[in-house]
């Protein structure tokens, strides 16, 4: 029963920090910028204000908008239950693991990108189109940095890895576990729309590219879409944390262990909110015909953290 | 097991006939009747090949009166032959039901039905006969027979533009690839010599033949069978056949026929060879990888759906072939329990394939039906006018895309699973091989999920980009049941992949020398890799993926959502209306990786603008015209045929229109005869 309690307890904790999360970001970014910057909760005002909305949706499009936001919006949720956040092995290890994840965020992705093209207006086709570029080249990085971490820890159970970490701490600081983190860390910014790839505060059309598929979401379905959309954020922040430097995490269930790690992510994830607001007040947004060059980078990154971690056996 | 073996061999033979007659397969009791021949036919066949892999016991029958030269008319079912029949089973089921109500519109007097009825059985059986030969000349004939009423097939709709090309390009390359298997065979029926080629003997005398014996006959196989599969760069054949046929026929040439070229070179290289060198593996991981990412490539640049379509097979069977080729070469180097793995997902991939192709097929057919057109630009909308249809296409594009948590899914992990180990192998160059092959398969199913979205979004969704579409109906009752029937199979094989991987495993067992692994994969409700190397429960998931999306609704009643909806137009920057002209396009929204990969593509740009007589800042008229270039077909098949043709001018000078002339050269050629066989020393 407590394993239960404690999938819950997670999924609850990923919901509620995802929009203090990207607040957070937000914040930081003013801050480095110059400007006073609105205080880090005002997200959850946004999604209260969204929620008590109506929704206009245009005459052209058909129930599969209204399904996409639910199957969004479950998909990012039903990966929480999988990401070790504050404990692990997870009840659940079993019943997923590392692809799991990866296609259950490219599903919600999938439907998103329908969803674009269901009011039939050029920004939606626009922005489906580059999201599902975007997507389709990070892939090969994701799988390559996952067969690197699943190289050396015998696995691509979540749970497993990080255990393997904990058991030989060494492994955190070896050459493939360094590349496929940088790797990964370029594929995290691509798949959660952030600057260079995407500009998640742009509403400019030739830049647009998350933005514009949701042009025509309004009220509690562009709630859900922006929520599962930080949750993103959140699940491949608590990725990059837990997986590559997981301690802190709650080996065994005793309150204490529990709440240092609810401190812990929160210090991880704000550290990495930290480097994203400087990366994103430091760069340029590229061109859209430059970020394949960016993926291609972090590709032979993942090729080089498997190379090393084959080489280093 | 004898009555259903014959209990499918009549029910085609007797489909095949009811439409023999003049006027045959023509009505709703004519087309039933077909139908009903092909599903009986089909349904017999699996039966057979599920009892067999269930019993383990191999089904025989030998009828040497039938054929007296080489060995007659000899039949085995094994349990990699009976996997192939329950496929064909599989596809063909659904494939007959539905095309009882999709060759309706071939009443009309467009297409012969009584052509289509009878090649439809004989080409089930034959094909199903292939599974079952046990000697070379039986499996030859059986081949052959399932090209040639293939190509009727094919070519149902001669009338029609391009078919009869399509059909020439099919046929020319299927009696390549036959030429290539026939020197295969000799070859391997060398030794022993004069033997009547049984494959007992085959498999007994390949171990005394020479290592580049050996690989020579592995080659032509490969070649011969890649034709059929329609693997890189011998797919030129595909892309051009599968659209124009019949669309049930086009699911079953893609869902159900490319799989024997997959059936053949396991039968060859595993069961007769057993096996060969490392480098054997490696070519055909090579090629499976080469296949499946220019496969998707291509079905992206594809604005035809059905050719969209049939490039996406060329993908599938490469994943298929990624997975053969890792086994082969596991099995070279020493892993067998890994070799075994990767041809379980190899078989795996090629289920789900079946399934997922055939029922995308079926929804093209369904649409290409309302609207009388195959160019997605002319698409748009249906998902209102056909909501079946819609919702079927919908369910085959996520499985296909490879998303949890249908089918595709399942097979692509086991896939990854199955090349982990490889990267164990000592060798850098196979790490490396492997290491690409993940990279290519994971680049290859995002490419899947782009494609699809294309697929999907622009038929079905946003504004009818023509009146036909806007017209579009809903598919008859025998189609929505076809269609049906793989939307289950699919979901099935997504959910319970745990009750199928064991029979998998037993079906490759024993085959040149594979471990049987099926012992080795815990059969409860999760999918767990041999020595605990990962595990998932793909029905555990798929449960909390119907969990979870219905507590969305609950949540938000609770956090007390406003729940009211309006309907208004949609946000057009302040411009009146709204036209499907400004809708994204099937070419535009593959134009991003147009860009990204035109060293690939080399895009063709034209650009012509109109301009005012007066003034060149109005503009009267652009016309633009884009297309790709395939260098495959520039670089390797032009040559050839330039060159075929050159030989054949050549050649055509005997051909004199002299009796005097003829008459000689059988002479000649009566001399030469009788010369060789009196050569001394013979």
């Known amino acids: ?313 | 097991m004898q009555t259903l073996f014959l209990a499918m061999v009549s029910a085609y033979v007797l489909g095949a006939f009811v439409a023999l007659p003049e006027g045959g397969g023509r009505g709703t009791l004519g087309r039933g009747l077909v139908a009903l021949g092909a599903v009986v036919g089909a349904g017999a066949g699996s039966a057979l090949g599920a009892s067999v892999i269930l019993s383990g016991a191999p089904f025989t029958l030998s009828v040497p009166e039938l054929l007296p030269i080489a060995g007659g008319l000899a039949l085995r079912l094994d349990s990699l032959g009976a996997f192939f029949l329950v496929l064909i089973g599989l596809g063909a089921i659904p494939a007959a039901i539905y095309g009882a109500g999709y060759s309706a519109a071939y009443e009309d007097g467009r297409a012969s039905l009584r052509l289509l009825g009878v090649m439809l059985n004989l080409f089930l059986l034959t094909m199903s006969l292939v599974t079952l030969a046990d000697n070379v000349l039986t499996f030859l004939l059986m081949w052959e027979g399932m090209s040639l009423t293939s190509y009727f097939l094919v070519i149902t709709e001669s009338g029609e533009e391009g078919t009869m090309r399509a059909g020439l390009w099919y046929a020319a390359m299927t009696h390549a690839g036959l030429a290539l298997l026939l020197a295969a065979f000799v070859l391997l029926t060398a030794y022993p010599r004069g033997g009547p080629g049984a494959f007992a003997d085959l498999r007994a005398g390949a171990a005394s033949l020479s290592g580049t014996t050996r690989s020579v006959i592995f080659l032509l196989a490969f070649l011969g069978f890649g034709s059929k599969a329609g693997i890189v760069p011998l797919h030129v054949w595909l892309p051009r056949a599968h659209p124009a046929a019949p669309s049930h026929v086009s699911a079953l040439m893609s869902g159900v026929m490319i799989k024997m070229g997959v059936y053949g070179i396991l039968r060859v290289a595993l069961d007769l060879l057993g096996g060969g060198p490392p480098w054997w593996g490696a070519l055909v991981l090579g090629l499976g990888a080469a296949s499946a990412l220019l496969g998707i490539l291509y079905a992206l640049m594809a604005n035809d759906l059905k050719r969209l379509l049939a490039y996406s097979s060329v993908e599938n069977i490469g994943i298929v072939f990624i997975g053969v080729g890792a086994g082969l070469l596991f099995g070279a180097r020493g892993l067998p329990t890994a070799a075994a793995l990767a041809f379980v997902a190899a078989l795996y991939h090629a289920l789900n394939h079946t399934a997922f192709k055939g029922l995308l097929f079926m929804g093209a057919g369904s649409v290409l039906h309302a609207t009388h057109t195959r160019d997605m630009n002319l698409m748009g909308g249906l998902i209102k006018r056909m909501p079946w249809t819609a919702l079927f296409f919908l369910i085959g594009a996520v499985a296909i895309a490879g998303l949890p948590p249908l089918n595709g899914f399942v097979g692509e992990w086991l896939l990854f699973q199955s090349l982990l180990p490889g990267v164990s192998i000592p060798q850098p160059v196979v790490a490396a091989l492997v290491t690409m092959a993940v990279g290519m398969l994971a680049l290859t199913s995002g490419l899947a999920a782009a494609g699809f979205v294309k697929a999907y979004g622009i038929t079905f969704l946003a504004i009818p980009r023509s009146e036909e579409a806007a017209q579009a109906h809903e598919a008859s009752l025998s189609m929505r049941a076809g269609m049906g029937l793989l939307v289950i199979v699919c979901i099935a094989l997504g959910l319970a992949p745990a009750a199928v991987v064991p029979l998998l495993g037993r079906v490759v067992a024993g085959l040149g020398g594979l471990p049987a692994v099926a012992p080795l994969f815990a059969v409860n409700l999760s999918l767990q890799m041999p020595h605990g190397f990962a595990e998932i429960s793909p029905t555990l998931a798929a449960l909390g993926l119907l969990i979870v999306p219905g507590l969305v609704p609950v949540g938000m009643f609770v956090l007390g959502a406003n729940r009211r909806l309006r309907v208004g137009d949609t946000w057009g920057c302040g411009r009146v209306g709204q036209t499907p002209r400004m809708e994204y396009t099937a070419t535009s929204f593959a134009e991003p990786l147009r860009r990204v990969f035109a060293e690939l593509y080399r895009p063709t740009k034209e650009l012509t603008v109109d301009f005012h007589p007066d003034s060149k800042y109005f503009v009267q008229a652009i016309e633009y015209r884009t297309d790709i270039r395939s260098w495959f077909e520039e670089f390797l098949y032009e040559p050839l045929l330039n060159a075929t043709q050159w030989v054949s001018r050549r050649i055509r000078r005997l051909q004199s229109g002299s009796l005097h002339g003829y008459v000689a050269y059988l002479f000649i050629v009566l001399v030469l005869m009788l010369g060789a066989l009196l050569w001394p020393g013979k």
């Open chain 1, 1 to 313: 029963m407590t394993h239960y309690i404690l999938e819950i307890a997670q999924a609850l904790l990923a919901l509620l920090l995802a929009p203090l999360l990207v607040g957070f970001v937000r914040w930081v970014k003013a801050r480095l910028q110059n400007r006073r910057g609105a205080p880090p909760w005002l997200p959850y005002f946004e999604l209260a204000k969204l929620f008590g909305k109506e929704v206009v949706m245009s005459n052209n499009a058909s129930w599969l908008f209204r399904f996409a936001p639910t199957i969004v919006f479950a998909s990012a949720l039903a990966v929480t239950f999988l990401v070790p956040l504050i404990a692990a092995p997870l009840p659940f290890d079993n019943v997923g693991d590392l692809l799991v994840v990866v296609y259950l965020l490219l599903l919600g992705t999938f439907f998103l990108a329908l969803a674009g093209l269901d009011p039939g207006t050029a920004f939606g086709g626009m922005g489906a189109s580059r999201e599902m570029t975007v997507a389709a080249i990070a892939e090969p990085t994701i799988a390559l940095a996952i067969f690197g971490l699943a190289l050396g820890a015998g696995s691509t159970n979540l749970g497993r890895i990080v255990t393997a970490t904990l058991a030989n701490p060494g492994v955190a600081i070896s050459p493939g576990h360094l590349l496929a983190f940088a790797a990964l860390f370029i594929v995290t910014l691509a798949e959660t729309g952030r600057l260079p790839v995407d500009n998640p505060s742009t509403h400019l059309e030739l830049t647009m590219i998350h933005e514009a598929m949701i042009l025509e979401y309004s009220g509690r379905y562009l709630a859900l879409i922006e929520w599962a959309a930080w949750l993103k954020l959140t699940i491949f922040f608590s990725l990059l944390a837990n997986l590559f430097v997981p301690w802190g995490l709650a080996t065994v269930l005793t309150p204490a262990t529990l709440a240092i790690a609810v401190v812990t992510l929160i210090i991880k994830l704000a550290v990495l909110g930290l480097v994203v607001a400087v990366v994103e007040t430091r760069v340029a947004k590229l061109r859209l015909f430059r970020v394949p060059e960016l993926l291609g980078l972090s590709f032979v990154l993942a090729l080089l953290a498997v190379t090393s971690s084959f080489l280093l056996r």
